[in-house]
């Protein structure tokens, strides 16, 4: 194990609604390079926990740290300014505008620049954007229309927006939801590669047990809101309490089919 900080440490974190407990007592820790999953049923507290690491909740209680630095309560403008990227369920970009003016305007927006958003912006850092989409395989389409693209080149391209703030902790909600199975096993490959070349934390959260077991170092098992489980994916799946929750719902993963495949 590493001698180094974490860079993120999660302690106590809570949030409740109305009297519901929506997180209870959660902590948890990550390291720079390191792919941790957290994944739960229908109603875990998985997207509060989220919203909280982010700045769009506030926590009752509890601390967020980032690379040692109390980031609880701050506002996700804050927060994003120190270097925490996110990707959402559903993508958001600009249709009309091309591949390349959509990761442009996050770099303007990283290099807090102020410009005519239909002109300037279109010779602010060209080469920067072009490298970015080189880099999720996306180079070949930098002056299409968003709005022509598949839903998988859509996915690469939010990437790619993410990584315009040079980010060390990327939150990732459901990165492969609504995607072909080839595209989510790309997609988490591509991402697992960025972050370990640059050493880039990423958390995400995942409905598809093949990808959280195929792609995860570490896996957080939320229930209720309730940290259950983590640990090592071997040590997820032989967790009887997380068997016993999942097992009626088709979460619980195969590790027979795993090896019978040569995994």
């Not at 700045?55 to 309560?73: S, V, Y």
């Not at 003016?101 to 060209?126: K, P």
């Amino acid at each position: 194990m590493s001698a180094l900080p974490p860079l993120l440490s999660v302690e106590g974190l809570t949030k409740s609604y109305g009297g519901v407990h929506a997180v209870r007592g959660v902590s948890f820790e990550l390291a720079a390079g390191e792919i941790l999953a957290l994944i739960g049923p229908n109603g875990a507290g998985k997207s509060t926990c989220f919203d909280m690491l982010n700045g769009q909740n506030t926590p009752d209680a509890g601390r967020i740290l980032l690379r040692g630095e109390d980031t609880t309560g701050r506002p996700p403008r804050a927060i994003w300014r120190l270097g925490v990227g996110r990707t959402f369920q559903i993508t958001a970009t600009f249709p009309t505008m091309t591949v390349r003016e959509n990761v442009q305007v996050a770099l303007v927006s990283h290099g807090r620049r102020v410009f005519n958003f239909f002109t300037a912006t279109q010779n602010f850092a060209r080469e920067q954007a072009g490298r970015l989409l080189d880099l999720v395989g996306m180079g070949g389409y930098a002056d299409r229309p968003c709005g022509e693209l598949a839903y998988g080149d859509l996915k690469r391209l939010e990437l790619a927006i993410a990584l315009a703030n040079e980010p060390k902790l990327l939150l990732m909600d459901e990165p492969t939801a609504g995607m072909a199975p080839r595209e989510r096993v790309e997609l988490m490959r591509l991402t697992a590669r960025i972050a370990r070349e640059q050493s880039i934390g990423v958390l995400f959260t995942e409905h598809d047990m093949d990808v959280v077991f195929e792609h995860a170092d570490r896996i957080l098992v939320l229930n209720r809101g309730t940290l259950i489980a983590q640990g090592s994916p071997a040590e997820v799946r032989a967790n009887r309490e997380v068997q016993a929750i999942y097992l009626g719902e088709g979460l619980v993963y195969d590790a027979r089919h795993r090896e019978g495949a040569g995994a």
